[in-house]
């Protein structure tokens, strides 16, 4: 049974309201999902969340109308807290406006690199100073499109995107719940994949290699920095392999998602057209 809030004051909304920032999602280990097909997405890869709010007044679609039984059929079986809001309050609390009516809270996931299960040839993705939420979440996108085995996001210390910020939910479309998205420090990711023998590509403008010259087949954890400042001294150290996107234009550089998406599906072409 949803309990009815109808406060501008209530607790609880002032909270979501909270979670906007990384401080206190990181205190609360908690984030937000906003958006029909985000929540459905979230669902369907078996995130019960905390909390879950409804205003029955957006509820317009099909789509919308069968999460709200899920829900409720999740609160019946005293998994989740079920809330219907008025649509002034589900406006001030969800970030993208009517959102379609539906907000949840979840917690943080869980995965780590001790939990990774790899495959034969693993294909990594590693994101180092990614600043920007919609970069992140468009990586993930191509991440689950693409089929690599993980994407890992290294720690940062100087206010870099964290993966349970609610824009990268949203700008992967619900794809940070289908795959392995994992945050670590560079030193404990460095150390793990020399464990695991795993070769370590660097992207940069100073590469050698063009990649679409190197083989991209073997076990490979492939390294993305930020626009801005490209990847940290570690990662260059630590290389066995620097690539590079050649330009022939006035730029040196392309957006991080579109530059992460073209390197990955050229490790994919290759390793489809081995397996024939």
């Known amino acids: 049974m949803a309990t009815l809030l109808t406060s501008l004051h209530n607790a609880r909304i002032k909270n ?16 937000i999902v906003e958006g029909i097909r985000e929540i459905e997405r979230a ?16 509820i317009t679609t099909d ?26 309050l589900f406006a001030k609390a969800a970030y993208r406006g009517q ?25 990594l993705l590693v994101i180092d100073g990614g600043e920007k939420p919609g970069n992140l979440g468009a990586i993930l996108r191509t991440a689950d499109a693409a089929g690599v085995d993980a994407v890992i996001v290294t720690s940062q210390t100087n206010g870099g995107t964290d993966i349970h910020n609610p824009n990268v939910v949203r700008a992967s479309l619900g794809a940070l719940f289908s795959l392995p998205v994992v945050e670590a420090t560079s030193e404990t990711l460095l150390s793990w994949l020399r464990q695991k023998q795993i070769q370590i590509a660097v992207l940069t403008p100073e590469g050698e290699r063009p990649y679409t010259e190197t083989n991209l087949q073997s076990s490979l954890a492939l390294v993305m920095g930020s ?31 579109v530059a992460t998406a073209v390197v990955v599906f050229e490790a994919i072409r290759q390793r489809t057209m081995a397996g024939e």
């Open 227 to 257: 626009e801005a400042f490209g990847v940290g001294p570690e990662w260059l150290a630590a290389a066995d392999i620097r690539l590079r996107i050649p330009m022939f234009g006035l730029v040196d550089s392309l957006n991080l998602s």
């Open 99 to 123: 959102s379609g009516g539906i907000l949840l809270v979840i917690p943080y996931l869980d995965h780590s690199l001790v939990s990774l299960s790899l495959s034969e040839t693993p294909l």
């Open 16 to 31: 979501i309201l909270k979670l906007n920032n990384r401080r206190q999602r990181d205190a609360q280990k908690r984030t």
């Open 43 to 58: 669902l369907k890869c078996g995130i019960v969340p905390q909390e879950a709010y409804v205003c029955p007044e957006l």
């Open 63 to 88: 789509e919308a109308t069968a999460v709200w039984q899920q829900l409720q059929s999740l609160a019946e079986q005293g998994q989740v807290a079920l809330f219907t809001i008025t649509a002034e």
